[in-house]
């Protein structure tokens, strides 16, 4: 009789336990339905508190991207030389600079300058004078 009712409140438990989850869970994916962009921006405050942390950070709102595909970026760009999945990207446009963060180690990975553009490409021709009617060209 003893063991039975053991049995009884550790499966009593397990429900309330099982109830309280789903109940959170549920929770969370109503208000990731509602407002994808809260759940957005609550986890991008957090990046930037523990960045902010680490390093000192421009003034300006970042970009921020997270890494998937750490091997085709390490192709393309030496930044990402050391990338893992899940390392997040601050951009600073106005700052011109990019920091690498890794949210599992708590470390900033890389930090390196901004280039917008392409700086190896070669500048555009300057366009050939055209010609002008002003009278202010004749002598």
């Not at 709102?61 to 601050?90: H, M, N, Y």
């Not at 280039?115 to 490409?121: H, K, Q, R, S």
């Amino acid at each position: 009789m003893n063991n039975q009712k053991v049995v009884l409140m550790v499966l009593g438990v397990l429900v309330l336990g099982l109830a309280a989850t789903s109940g959170v869970l549920y929770k969370q994916v109503r208000t990731l339905k509602v407002d994808p962009q809260k759940v957005s921006e609550e986890e991008n405050r957090k990046v930037l508190e523990a960045v902010g942390k680490l390093v000192l950070l421009p003034e300006e709102a970042p970009t921020i991207a997270t890494v998937t595909d750490p091997e085709k970026l390490k192709s393309e760009q030496a930044f990402f030389a050391k990338s893992a999945v899940g390392d997040k990207v601050l951009i600073y446009t106005g700052a011109l600079k990019a920091i690498m963060y890794r949210p599992s180690e708590n470390k900033i990975v890389e930090i390196a300058p901004l280039i917008i553009g392409n700086p190896n490409a070669a500048p555009a021709p300057a366009p050939a004078p055209a010609a002008s009617s002003d009278s202010s060209d004749s002598e």
